[in-house]
């Protein structure tokens, strides 16, 4: 069974840093195009960073300089570092993994298994 499990949310002041984590355990993890992806009270789920089994990445524009997104395969982690965060970063965000690998793409209806989420709050 696939699993993924978010760490590494918090609250932080505007200009902080946090690094999210995503576990993956149950399948073949450095197979497949991963992304994170967040979504704030009232609006949809929207991609913020992606990167394919190659590790080739793509960033939304809202993040792109700020947010960097990685993976270890020997640990099964993706990671998202975060950096000058703003209050507009707020949301819950989510890893997910797609069911293909040569490319990534930030629409999360690309995507079919999720984390469970984790809570992102940066006050200004």
């Known amino acids: 069974q696939v699993q993924l499990v978010e760490s590494g949310g918090g609250s932080v002041q505007a200009g902080g840093s946090l690094r999210l984590s995503c576990a993956a355990s149950g399948y073949t993890y450095n197979s497949y195009s991963m992304g994170w992806f967040r979504q704030a009270p009232g609006k949809e789920r929207e991609g913020v960073a992606c990167?394919?089994?190659?590790?080739?990445?793509m960033y939304a524009s809202s993040v792109k300089g700020r947010f960097t997104i990685s993976k270890d395969n020997a640990k099964n982690t993706l990671y998202l570092q975060m950096n000058d965060l703003k209050p507009g970063d707020t949301a819950m965000y989510y890893c997910?993994?797609?069911?293909?690998?040569?490319?990534?793409?930030?629409?999360?209806?690309?995507?079919?298994?999720w984390g469970q989420g984790t809570q992102v709050t940066v006050s200004s």
């Open positions: 990167i394919d089994r190659d590790g080739s990445t």
């Open positions: 997910a993994a797609a069911s293909f690998g040569g490319y990534c793409v930030l629409s999360p209806y690309s995507y079919n298994t």
